[in-house]
T-cell receptor, first 110, second 114 residues
């Protein structure tokens, strides 16, 4: 079936360090979205990537879509305590639904 | 608040009972999705509607699950003869039509089957 693998499952970083999560698919994606879910909360949309090789930035967050449109990454520079949460990629395989990755849970050590 | 709302927020039920959840999407959104999320996992697609039409159901959705969106506005998800394995967070999301639009999630209904 159409699945998307996300790594790592957990990441503990010191405040101020960088953080990266990766999403991989064996199938070419139509587009990919990223969501953040705070502890006890619901997923909140961050960004959507559509074009091959696309790079988008939101302040300290950098999102990339691979040239083959099979992988994506989210990089956070100089993490802050407000970055705590689980980051999910959500892949679209050309149908009308999203397939979520298993998420990367980020914890910050002050 | 013009976001997606879900009711109830929590439901505890005994195995074998039926439960029904409600989702009210953002008013101008014609797409409505239901997901199930268990601890440590991402949201898992269950079904979605375009207006009142149910366009796709996951193969994971057993016959005990049924969803409706009769007037193309709010939706209900019913689980009949609940099992302990049904315990999860049930999330509703809405969006405008098309695959290029973000989904807005509601706070979810946490179901516990005892």
């Amino acid at each position: 079936g159409q699945q998307v693998m996300q790594i790592p499952q957990y990441q503990h970083v010191q405040e101020g360090e960088d953080f990266t999560t990766y999403c991989n698919s064996s199938t070419t994606l139509s587009n990919i979205q990223w969501y953040k879910q705070r502890p006890g909360g619901h997923p909140v949309f961050l960004i959507q990537l559509v074009k091959s090789g696309e790079v988008k930035k939101q302040k300290r967050l950098t999102f990339q879509f691979g040239e083959a449109k099979k992988n994506s990454s989210l990089h956070i520079t100089a993490t802050q305590t407000t970055d705590v949460g689980t980051y999910f990629c959500a892949a679209n395989f050309g149908n009308e639904k999203l397939t979520f990755g298993t998420g990367t849970r980020l914890t910050i050590i002050p | 608040d013009t976001g997606v709302s879900q009711d109830p927020r929590h439901k505890i039920t005994k195995r074998g009972q039926n439960v029904t959840f409600r989702c009210d999407p953002i008013s101008e959104h014609n797409r409505l999705y239901w997901y199930r999320q268990t601890l440590g996992q991402g949201p898992e697609f269950l079904t979605y509607f375009q207006n009142e039409a149910q366009l796709e159901k996951s193969r994971l959705l057993s016959d005990r699950f049924s969803a409706e969106r009769p007037k193309g506005s709010f939706s209900t998800l019913e689980i009949q003869r609940t099992e302990q394995g049904d315990s999860a967070m049930y999330l509703c999301a809405s969006s405008v039509s098309g695959t290029l639009y973000e989904q807005y999630f509601g706070p979810g209904t946490r179901l516990t089957v005892t």
